[in-house]
């Protein structure tokens, strides 16, 4: 008899902005305790997940090579995870994943988590799992604090190390220009930056969260742009210098405001209507201040499958290269 083999599933899943990132104190697992704003960009990585002879990673598109294909690669551990929890690790050597990437590597949009957000959503419907979203998303914290969020998407307040999510209603679509820098910057670097600033100082910290919910509620882009804020950019910008001449030029571009986005180095634009962002975007990219310029908008739905490798491609968003 023929064995039957699944067809392939592909999954969207968006990458994040903070619109706020407050940070805490440094718990006894050695993560901060935050409080968080996450909004889900249309700046997305697309993910296969199929039933494969040869077991493991591949990855396309933007930062590719300095994306691990070993167990290092979150989609990866995402697999092993989900084969434990349902008691299938012997059968992962029979699954394939594929990225193919467009957010970028070590950028502070969370792709990595995205990829493994994902690859949860992805096997699952493989497996035929049909497993609750609250149930992948245990899965997903112990990947990574920002992993939940990708499986969610839209707006959410996150606590704890990030990973305790309540949606929060945004009215609206807001639009946004994103500057990618040369490299990237590890995550645990900024934090461990921000940590030696608040010994050596008192760097400035973000207020309540209160006043971006209510913004978020109202739709006003004008609003949301005087709130904005990141404990986490003077220590992206102690490591990047170059950081601080990005953000002006943006917001010199006619960007409403700017912030750098999580751990950074990407630097994030809100604008006052897709046009505006479209015009920012390409003075940005003559600016000369970072390697790439995308337009996006959010908040937009997390993980979701797509359909099969030959579904049809919705087209991605403009983009404008530096
Ligand atoms: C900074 C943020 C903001 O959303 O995102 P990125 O900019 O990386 O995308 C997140 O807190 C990153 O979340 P994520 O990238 O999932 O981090 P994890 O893998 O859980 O942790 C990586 C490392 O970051 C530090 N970490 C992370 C989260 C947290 N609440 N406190 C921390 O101190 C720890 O050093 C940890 O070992
Ligand atoms: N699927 C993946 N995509 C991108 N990076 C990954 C992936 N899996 C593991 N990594 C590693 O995680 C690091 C952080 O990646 P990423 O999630 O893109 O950035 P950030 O934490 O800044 O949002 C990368 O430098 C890379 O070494």
Same mark, same amino acid.
């Given at each position: 008899?023929?064995?039957?083999?699944?067809?392939?599933?592909?999954?969207?899943?968006?990458?994040?902005?903070?619109?706020?990132?407050?940070?805490?104190?440094?718990?006894?697992?050695?993560?901060?305790?935050?409080?968080?704003?996450?909004?889900?960009?249309?700046?997305?990585?697309?993910?296969?997940?199929?039933?494969?002879?040869?077991?493991?990673?591949?990855?396309?598109?933007?930062?590719?090579?300095?994306?691990?294909?070993?167990?290092?690669?979150?989609?990866?551990?995402?697999?092993?995870?989900?084969?434990?929890?349902?008691?299938?690790?012997?059968?992962?050597?029979?699954?394939?994943?594929?990225?193919?990437?467009?957010?970028?590597?070590?950028?502070?949009?969370?792709?990595?988590?995205?990829?493994?957000?994902?690859?949860? %959503? +992805?096997?699952?419907?493989?497996?035929?799992?049909? *497993? =609750?979203?609250?149930?992948?998303? &245990?899965? @997903?914290?112990? !990947? /990574?604090?920002?992993?939940?969020?990708?499986?969610?998407?839209?707006?959410?307040?996150?606590?704890?190390?990030?990973?305790?999510?309540?949606?929060?209603?945004?009215?609206?679509?807001?639009?946004?220009?994103?500057?990618?820098?040369?490299?990237?910057?590890?995550?645990?670097?900024?934090?461990?930056?921000?940590?030696?600033?608040?010994?050596?100082?008192?760097?400035?910290? %973000? +207020?309540?969260?209160?006043?971006?919910?209510?913004? *978020? =509620?109202?739709?006003?882009?004008? &609003?949301? @742009?005087?709130? !904005? /804020?990141?404990?986490?950019?003077?220590?992206?910008?102690?490591?990047?210098?170059?950081?601080?001449?990005?953000?002006?030029?943006?917001?010199?571009?006619?960007?409403?405001?700017?912030?750098?986005?999580?751990?950074?180095?990407?630097?994030?634009?809100?604008?006052?209507?897709?046009?505006?962002?479209?015009?920012?975007?390409?003075?940005?990219?003559?600016?000369?201040?970072?390697?790439?310029?995308?337009?996006?908008?959010?908040?937009?739905?997390?993980?979701?499958?797509?359909?099969?490798?030959?579904?049809?491609?919705?087209?991605?968003?403009?983009?404008?290269?530096?």
């Amino acid at each position: 008899m023929l064995a039957v083999v699944p067809p392939p599933v592909t999954v969207r899943v968006p990458s994040k902005v903070n619109l706020h990132l407050s940070v805490g104190d440094v718990r006894d697992d050695g993560f901060h305790e935050l409080t968080t704003i996450f909004q889900a960009l249309s700046l997305t990585d697309e993910v296969t997940v199929a039933a494969a002879e040869e077991p493991g990673v591949e990855v396309f598109g933007e930062g590719a090579k300095s994306v691990p294909t070993d167990e290092g690669n979150l989609a990866w551990r995402a697999v092993r995870a989900l084969a434990e929890h349902v008691d299938r690790a012997e059968d992962i050597d029979k699954v394939g994943v594929v990225l193919r990437k467009g957010i970028p590597v070590a950028g502070g949009m969370a792709g990595g988590s995205a990829d493994a957000a994902a690859t949860l %959503v +992805g096997l699952s419907s493989l497996w035929k799992l049909d *497993l =609750a979203r609250d149930e992948l998303a &245990q899965i @997903a914290a112990t !990947l /990574g604090s920002d992993v939940p969020f990708a499986l969610y998407g839209g707006t959410a307040l996150g606590t704890g190390r990030g990973e305790e999510l309540v949606p929060v209603l945004s009215r609206h679509t807001f639009h946004w220009v994103l500057a990618f820098d040369q490299r990237g910057l590890s995550t645990p670097r900024v934090y461990g930056e921000l940590d030696r600033l608040r010994a050596d100082g008192d760097p400035p910290r %973000v +207020g309540s969260h209160a006043p971006v919910v209510e913004a *978020l =509620a109202s739709g006003d882009p004008k &609003q949301l @742009a005087l709130l !904005l /804020g990141n404990d986490l950019q003077a220590a992206a910008v102690s490591l990047r210098p170059g950081l601080r001449r990005t953000l002006r030029a943006g917001v010199n571009a006619g960007a409403l405001a700017g912030t750098v986005s999580g751990s950074g180095p990407t630097c994030a634009f809100l604008c006052e209507s897709a046009d505006a962002a479209l015009e920012v975007a390409a003075e940005l990219a003559g600016a000369g201040v970072c390697r790439t310029v995308r337009v996006a908008h959010g908040p937009v739905p997390g993980a979701r499958v797509v359909g099969g490798d030959d579904a049809p491609r919705h087209p991605t968003p403009p983009q404008v290269h530096a």
